[in-house]
């Protein structure tokens, strides 16, 4: 954020603090909505109110696609039925959608009625598409022209719906049943003469998206081919609408940060509100679930511990590296869990790469495996002596160090496996690959390390 | 990626390995720079020099910007230097300087001077910024006009760069010493009539990024307004390039990607090439260095066991729960630290900030701390002596209930303020908050859930 807009935010904040309705006119004007939505975003009701009365429809009317959901009804809710109407009618289609997707049902219907007929039949085509769907996000304010037009033709063609066509970046070229052709670039049309015809000009486009397609392959697409616009299409290919690159960083960034949350082990969706907008309740509902679910599964790892007790009062030095063993499986698995599912988000791996990812991770098991079984081995031997620990006399360091190497290195090992295989096992049933968060991993690899730990101790050392 | 494309990869695939060179040829010809990339990546190195003796020069132009680091310098280096000249002056300059980054110093030299005297300037100066700033990401090839000039004026000056220029979408207007004043569409020059003057459709431009900035910020503002293009200046506001959307899109990927693999524990940037396609030695690298630290210090939680085995052998039910509190620090120091980290990484959180996100975490840890108290203690009471576990005569079930839920609670509360505050920390002494990995802070309240956990227990139990 520049020093500039700091301040101006600064001296708004304290204009609406003090009720001051000329100077938070005046100081708002100039703001971009997205900033304005912050702001707003971050007052009290009674403030957000004086906010409404003092900026106004026009004002708001930008600001609503950039609110939080919960936000939306209420603000719309403070302007009258023709105020409402204007606002509405003067939102770009696929954010209409969206603020209509966040209001109630019967506010909704009210809304839409608001609209007039052709708004109406279009906003409830678009609302029949899933909300995470590539027709969800599209909007259908596109340029399209057909083959047969010459420049000027397709000029004069596009000069009335010029301010609410949302971009002319690219302009698709349909046939007599909107069936997609090609594209031209709006630099065809201004850089070409008048006579030259649109289909001279034209480039055949085979990259476009069916509306029922997934929103993440329609932003990966626009990603891969670096598109400025991605087509939309039904089944017979008639053209939709478009998606937009800034569509497609808004997707991308809720998926990642949705992606972020779920390895974590926080449910549900994610917020639309900021972290410290959002309320006390919400984070505490999004985290309490797996921390539960966790918690009961992590008495598993009690109940092996307990059963191996008499292992661990016999040769008491066994709790030094018992924590140790049982974290790196966490660690391990984590990682190799995280890079699974970040290629899978990404659309690097395939359901034929699955051999290809566990010979990979099962050698990396083994590296990392043997890196740390001889490091930390070597510490086990030499270690505990220096600190002045013993052992049983029958038992050398020697062969308590090679324990504590050959369970390090077995628990790091499966624990990659593992750690790979879920994600993609979840895959494998339909679920999210990245709801196999972290933790559940830690809890699962908990458990095998200690059996592993234990197993490996009472084998080699004769217990 | 679409079935039709699927198949012709395959096709393409068999005739690869068949060595057919037209079949290949005719096959490839097709694809976009994107895919044939990707194929060409897949292939052994015997098989890539087939690849670029069959389809030349040409077809390896757009394919260079999109193969990883590691592949560049082989694959130009089997062209000849009039086809690399050839290749190097048709690819945009951002990727030329990505491009040249990739390559060892020396041959950047021979690559550079290659190059006509006016390109040569313009790569240097770009390679000057970083490769993570504005600068480094910019393309200087941006449509700029004055605002003296007439809308005929403005397209036939703009008409000799019309194929050089990345993207014609927003034309700068700029004054007689470069500055930036503002900025017009595309379609004000292709809908206005030919005598309109620039200036009284030129739209003042607030929205800009200085070049040392960094390339994140630059993501983040195009993402905040909704921008097409956003201009790159220097300390003068004189107009040095354009950052795109797409190229918005790249650098969100790149530092999520970059943020979950460091919250994974997993170091060093972000491999170019994909998952699959990284050698196992690369993976190894980056993922050692945090195995080794973290078991290390994981030895630390072996300490406060020993410390207290005596502890654990006069109550040895105590084992039963003891990886369960731990465990649960680990999970909710997790969860806490994600929410900071990509608060941070969005902008939400100033360093004014910080007072509030404790205060939010510490009530946050206080509810969950007292939901999982509530339930585990529960069942810490009444699960025990239902799988006929018994306590020493003098320890009820109510008390040992007791220490485990008020242990949890306390492990639970401290470890989602640990959680919040290390990376906040880390931003304080300028380091990376994202670095503050899970496995860390898994580590660090492992060792605090065991000192808490027994240091309870005695207190509580009267040992």
Redesign the interface.
Known sequence: ?SEELSEILENAESAIADRNSDLTRSLCEGL?P?DLAELYEDQDAGTRRFLVDTLGSEAFTEVLAQIPDTLVEETLDQFQPDEQREMLEAIPDDDLVDILQDVSESKRKDFIELLDEEQQDNTRTLLRYGEDTAGGRMTTQVARIRETMSVKDA?DH??PD?ESTE???RIFVVDENERLIGKI???D???NPWDTLIRDVLTEDD?SILASADQEEA?NM???????LLPVVDESNRLLGVI???D???I??EE??E???K????SGEQSEE???NTA?YT??RR??G???I???L??L???V??RF?QT??DV??L??????V???G???G??A????I??MA????DRE?TG??IW?EL??GI??GG??AV??GI?AVF?PPAFG?SLPGNISFAKFGLTVAIA?GAQ?ATSTVIGAMLPIGARAIKLDPAVIA??AI??VV?VSG?VIYFTVARSILSL
């Open positions: 954020m971009h997205a000029i596009l000069r010029l971009t002319m970046a670039r709006l630099r049309l201004a850089f990259q932003a626009l990603s891969r081919y670096d598109l400025v937009t690159a800034d497609a960083i808004e991308i960034e990642s940060t992606d972020m949350e390895a974590a082990g926080i900021s972290y410290l006390l984070h505490f985290r309490a797996w921390l539960l966790l918690a009961l992590a008495i790892s009690g109940f511990m307990m007790e661990l009062i008491y030095l709790s030094l590296f018992l924590p140790m049982v974290a790196a966490g660690n391990t984590g990682q869990s995280t890079m699974v970040r290629a990404l659309g690097e791996l790469d290809r990812v990979k050698r990396l590296l990392l890196l740390l490091f930390i510490v270690g620990f390090l790091v972290a933790p830690t809890t908990d200690m």
